[in-house]
């Protein structure tokens, strides 16, 4: 394959209990010509006091806070951060040590599993780009190149150097969605889904990634965590969203065998402020449920806990309730709701009516305001042009589109790491057998 040269992470034979010591190997460094360019002061954020326990909620869900652990000694210690304090409700259960997916005595049984659905985040995010440079280029050309060059490292945000776009290569696009705000944990992703795609015949795949898949961070360092702090260590938590997007990019090449060079950051909390921009959004919520949910983002602000509530139905939701209904973990009476599949759902299902609203006439006056807001929300590495074209080439709505999900179905088994985190690994420790899985099951 093309991308032989990502190989050399030592992620491939990964053990869920790494040994001692740090290989040190130095990290990929950002490719050369990048700019960032907008308005960003990321510095970074200070040590933080321990907010108050959240009230009793659902049984214990494993954590997706917890940072990388690294070895007592040798080598210098990458960047890393504080784990987010009060994220469990009292009452919930120790880590047990169970090894390779075993059964502890008493444990309760997994929810099923719920298939995923509908367009994947990025592509509908890529969709509301694509429409905002359409509708609003007759009226200010500058305000779109202001808005393309805020949101991409590209230097000359409509320029193009797309003629990789017409030829038979493979071109991939990751998209990360993370929660935003300036708490502990803020930057660690919620999602990562590869959009896969063949531009002579649009034949498109959609590869999802799980967020607890155990591996090496920093990449070829001996120390390992959960995918969903590579982000947030790449990027020395959010003070560099350039050089975290070409890590993790790096590192879901590593994994699933594809050569990944573009990549999308979403920031929900961003987000919020685009529903609202549009005047709230009409969403059908498919089955009820209750949850406990922090007050405030950021627990040093406010660490007190409210509970939501969302019935079966058609309803309207302003910005803040859209982001409480996709991101409500702590679910109390319906225990299918508060599992990792059915929060991806919700979240793809926020963005998939946010696109509806934007397609609307209705709705185009706000869209300067919308634009705004969606600055805020999103960053990548590829020109608004790219992006534009992506958009074009890829097909969603052919039936042989490829969802490729990895789980417990196909390559994936349960396991629990030494400190106590409920974690991913590759059935018998091969990772091979996620790079097979994926090639196969891509639509060519």
């Not at 705004?372 to 042989?400: C, E, R």
Request: charged letters at 15%.
């Amino acid at each position: 394959m093309s991308d032989n040269n990502y190989y050399d992470d030592h992620t491939m034979p990964a053990r869920p209990y790494p040994p001692g010591g740090s290989q040190n190997r130095p990290q990929p460094e950002t490719p050369p010509g990048k700019l960032v360019l907008g308005n960003f002061n990321n510095a970074n954020v200070p040590p933080r006091q321990q907010p108050n326990q959240p009230p009793q909620g659902r049984p214990h869900n494993p954590s997706h806070n917890a940072g990388p652990r690294y070895p007592q000694q040798g080598g210098p210690v990458p960047p890393t951060y504080t784990p987010r304090p009060g994220i469990y409700p009292p009452g919930a259960p120790p880590y047990s040590q169970a090894q390779n997916g075993e059964k502890l005595p008493g444990s309760a049984p997994r929810p099923a599993k719920r298939r995923r659905s509908g367009c994947a985040p990025g592509c509908l995010i890529v969709g509301i780009l694509l429409i905002i440079l359409l509708c609003t280029g007759a009226y200010t050309g500058q305000r779109v190149l202001a808005f393309g060059s805020a949101i991409s490292t590209d230097k000359v945000a409509l320029s193009t150097q797309t003629g990789y776009m017409n030829t038979g290569d493979r071109v991939n696009l990751l998209v990360m969605g993370y929660g935003g705000g300036a708490h502990d944990g803020a930057n660690l992703t919620d999602s990562m889904v590869v959009i896969s795609m063949t531009p002579s015949n649009q034949h498109t795949s959609l590869v999802s990634v799980p967020r607890d898949l155990w591996v090496q961070v920093p990449s070829n360092s001996g120390n390992y965590a959960k995918l969903n702090t590579v982000y947030q260590v790449g990027s020395n938590n959010g003070a560099d969203r350039g050089a975290g997007g070409d890590t993790a990019a790096t590192k879901l090449s590593s994994i699933t065998g594809l050569d990944v060079k573009n990549w999308m950051l979403i920031d929900f909390n961003g987000f919020r402020d685009l529903i609202n921009a549009l005047g709230g959004i009409d969403v059908y919520v498919p089955d009820s449920f209750t949850s406990n949910y922090p007050k405030n983002d950021d627990p040093n602000v406010d660490a007190s806990w409210i509970t939501v509530h969302f019935n079966k139905g058609m309803q309207h939701m302003d910005g803040e309730t859209a982001i409480r209904y996709a991101r409500s973990r702590y679910v109390t009476d319906n225990p299918a709701e508060g599992t990792d599949f059915a929060r991806s759902i919700r979240q793809q299902l926020i963005i998939k009516t946010a696109l509806a609203k934007m397609k609307q006439i209705s709705s185009w006056p706000s869209l300067f305001n919308a634009m705004d807001a969606l600055q805020k929300a999103i960053y990548t590495n590829m020109s608004l042009a790219d992006l534009g074209l992506f958009t074009m080439k890829m097909d969603l709505n052919n039936p042989q589109t490829a969802r490729i999900g990895l789980s417990y179905d196909n390559v994936l088994t349960s396991s629990t790491s030494n400190d106590g985190q409920s974690i991913l690994i590759p059935k018998g420790n091969n990772w091979d057998l996620i790079k097979q899985y994926v090639d196969s099951k891509l639509y060519k």
